[in-house]
Antibody, heavy 119, light 106 residues
Framework: QVQLVESGGGVVQPGGSLRLSCAASGFTFSPYGMHWVRQAPGKGLEWVAVIGHDGTYKYDADSVRGRFTISRDNSKNTLYLQMDSLRPEDTAVYYC????????????WGQGTLVTVSS | EIVLTQSPATLSLSPGERASLSCRASQSVSSYLAWYQQKPGQTPRLLIYDASNRATGIPARFSGSGSGTDFTLTISNLEPEDFAVYYCQHGSNRLTFGGGTKVEIK
């Protein structure tokens, strides 16, 4: 069965960096695009970034452009999100999610990892 | 940038009733719209994609309709486990989510 397990969250000061990982299992990772979606405490869902199956295309939200970088290692079945210049408004649970196809929807989601940006 | 507006913000219903949730797009999204369910403390679950296609394992009481700018998620006979927050979402490389509708027990 499809499993996505995020890790790497924690507490970081404003201006700091974190790298999130998402380990995929239960399916063949390499043919699928992957997304990061976040949810601030008590708020709705906000899409962060997407990467194509082979990493040749990437898109990200205006709110993170120039600060966050999505990447993947298909040999390790792992998705990453490098987060730099973190701000308090980046505080959220970060979910990785598998793309259903064509970069449009997310069909499986991980349980999420909490990132808290605070001094 | 496409904006998705969901209404109402909260829907108070009893088990067995029919729920109709609305999602309106600021411009046409054709049929490229999905619905997700999220229960407290849980991860979102894909219910409907391409406006009307049920995702794998989703019960038939969930149905989606609409195209262009106006979409509806209908839950025909509310079960206790259906009380949750529902989000609509449009995708075209970049994804956009609506603000959510909470379906609560009356």
């Amino acid at each position: 069965q499809v499993q996505l397990v995020e890790s790497g969250g924690g507490v970081v000061q404003p201006g700091g960096s974190l790298r999130l990982s998402c380990a995929a299992s239960g399916f063949t990772f390499s043919p699928y695009g992957m997304h990061w979606v976040r949810q601030a405490p008590g708020k709705g869902l906000e899409w962060v970034a997407v990467i194509g199956h082979d990493g040749t295309y990437k898109y990200d939200a205006d709110s993170v452009r120039g600060r966050f970088t999505i990447s993947r290692d298909n040999s390790k079945n792992t998705l990453y999100l490098q987060m730099d210049s973190l701000r308090p408004e980046d505080t959220a649970v970060y979910y990785c999610a598998r793309d259903l196809g064509r970069g449009r929807y997310c069909d499986y989601w991980g349980q999420g990892t909490l990132v808290t940006v605070s001094s | 940038e496409i904006v998705l507006t969901q209404s109402p913000a909260t829907l108070s219903l009893s088990p067995g009733e029919r729920a109709s949730l609305s999602c309106r797009a600021s411009q046409s999204v054709s049929s490229y719209l999905a619905w997700y369910q999220q229960k407290p403390g849980q991860t979102p679950r894909l219910l409907i994609y391409d406006a009307s296609n049920r995702a794998t394992g989703i019960p038939a009481r969930f149905s989606g309709s609409g195209s262009g700018t106006d979409f509806t998620l209908t839950i025909s006979n509310l079960e206790p486990e259906d009380f949750a927050v529902y989000y609509c979402q449009h995708g075209s490389n970049r994804l956009t989510f609506g603000g959510g509708t909470k379906v609560e027990i009356k």
